[in-house]
């Protein structure tokens, strides 16, 4: 188990959102909020370390949800390159570990994070969502919620 209070979490908020449409699906309204701002608010009493966000320009407020804005200057290069940025800011700061989590994601909760944390158990731990068969951003709809090691 590792304690959420060693942990930096690595919001993920650039992109391109071709599959949506828009320019930025992460502002459009879902269940009365910017789709982005469900995980921000499923997250705020997790207690880590440090949260950082690796942005594109969002028009979201992250700043005043206590996140430390990196910013993405070419989110074409696709998601490796934010998790790039978020993990050498994490690394440049000390993180002795990193959660990397999706802003398009409106469905996860903190339970969940707490059981992925759970999961970890030695330093070197690598944890991943799962549907039950094959890891994923977050478990597939319906899907028990198991975590895969």
């Known amino acids: 188990m590792i304690a959420a209070e060693n942990v930096f979490l690595i919001l993920l908020a650039a992109g391109r959102s071709e599959r949506f449409g828009i320019p930025n699906k992460l502002e459009v309204p879902f269940l009365?909020?910017?789709?982005?701002?469900?995980?921000?608010?499923?997250?705020?009493?997790?207690?880590?370390?440090?949260?950082?966000?690796?942005?594109?320009?969002?028009?979201?407020?992250?700043?005043?949800?206590?996140?430390?804005?990196?910013?993405?200057?070419?989110?074409?290069?696709?998601?490796?390159?934010?998790?790039?940025?978020?993990?050498?800011?994490?690394?440049?700061e000390g993180a002795e570990a990193v959660l990397i989590a999706l802003a398009d994601m409106p469905r996860v909760t903190a339970a969940h994070i707490y059981r992925m944390l759970d999961a970890a158990d030695s330093a070197d731990a690598v944890v991943a969502s799962s549907d039950g068969e094959k890891p994923s951003p977050l478990p597939c709809s319906g899907a028990s919620g198991s975590i895969s090691c």
């Open 32 to 92: 009365n909020k910017p789709l982005g701002m469900h995980v921000v608010t499923a997250f705020e009493n997790i207690p880590f370390k440090r949260r950082l966000v690796v942005t594109d320009g969002c028009k979201l407020d992250f700043i005043s949800h206590h996140f430390e804005v990196v910013h993405n200057d070419d989110p074409s290069s696709g998601m490796s390159q934010s998790v790039k940025l978020g993990v050498q800011c994490a690394k440049d």
